[in-house]
T-cell receptor, first 113, second 111 residues
Framework: DAGVIQSPRHEVTEMGQEVTLRCKPI?????LFWYRQTMMRGLELLIY????????DSGMPEDRFSAKMPNASFSTLKIQPSEPRDSAVYFC???????????FGPGTRLLVL | SQELEQSPQSLIVQEGKNLTINCTSS?????LYWYKQKYGEGLIFLMM?????EEKSHEKITAKLDEKKQQSSLHITASQPSHAGIYLC???????????FGQGTRLTINP
């Protein structure tokens, strides 16, 4: 079975540009999570969805960040405009149901110059 | 996160030796998750603990959750080079599936 799929795997962009990260959760999973990992702050939850509905976005750092889940098999995390401090690895994870194990994708390594 | 303290931050052991990684929460846990991460890759799920006193094993890795559900340990017996990586504990302290992660333990296995 395919795991969580993320694209792109690597992204290099210039400050001020829009960045869109994509995630396809495991088929049948109804919870989706976006995390950010940096050396300084470790792994942090940004936002999570249940049944395509955003439940908690308190971890989203600024209005420059937005996330959508238009259907059960696709989600995006957008940064507009991007800044060098947004450089990090962004992970998407999905789970089958409430309080079930989260399975992580391979991550997108973002570098903003 | 200050809610979750993981120790040690790094660990170097000789192949074949046993080791333990600890994870301590300032809050009672609804669930405690152990993951392993290799550089440049995603997190691989190892084990989940939910009940006080629970213990789970997979191959040579054993994880325990204390009775108070605030501390967990991950024990590796007879370590192998394949065990090398970063071990992360993730805690659900609200019951809402919002995981808070420790800073990770970087494990190196010397042959």
């Amino acid at each position: 079975d395919a795991g969580v799929i993320q694209s792109p795997r690597h992204e290099v962009t210039e400050m001020g540009q829009e960045v869109t990260l994509r995630c396809k959760p495991i088929s049948g999973h109804n919870s989706l999570f976006w995390y950010r990992q940096t050396m300084m702050r470790g792994l942090e939850l940004l936002i999570y969805f249940n049944n395509n509905v955003p439940i908690d976005d308190s971890g989203m750092p600024e209005d420059r960040f937005s996330a959508k889940m238009p259907n059960a098999s696709f989600s995006t995390l957008k940064i507009q405009p991007s800044e060098p401090r947004d450089s990090a690895v962004y992970f998407c994870a999905s789970s089958l149901a409430h309080q079930e194990t989260q399975y992580f994708g391979p991550g997108t390594r973002l570098l903003v110059l | 996160s200050q809610e979750l303290e993981q120790s040690p931050q790094s660990l170097i052991v000789q192949e074949g030796k046993n080791l333990t990684i600890n994870c301590t929460s300032s809050k009672t846990l609804y669930g405690l998750y152990w993951y392993k991460q290799k550089y440049g890759e995603g997190l691989i799920f190892l084990m989940m603990l939910q009940k006080g006193g629970e213990e789970k094993s997979h191959e040579k890795i054993t994880a325990k959750l204390d009775e108070k559900k605030q501390q967990s340990s991950l024990h590796i017996t007879a370590s192998q080079p394949s065990h090398a990586g970063i071990y992360l504990c993730g805690a659900d302290t609200t019951g809402a599936q919002k995981l808070v992660f420790g800073q990770g333990t970087r494990l190196t296995i010397n042959p």
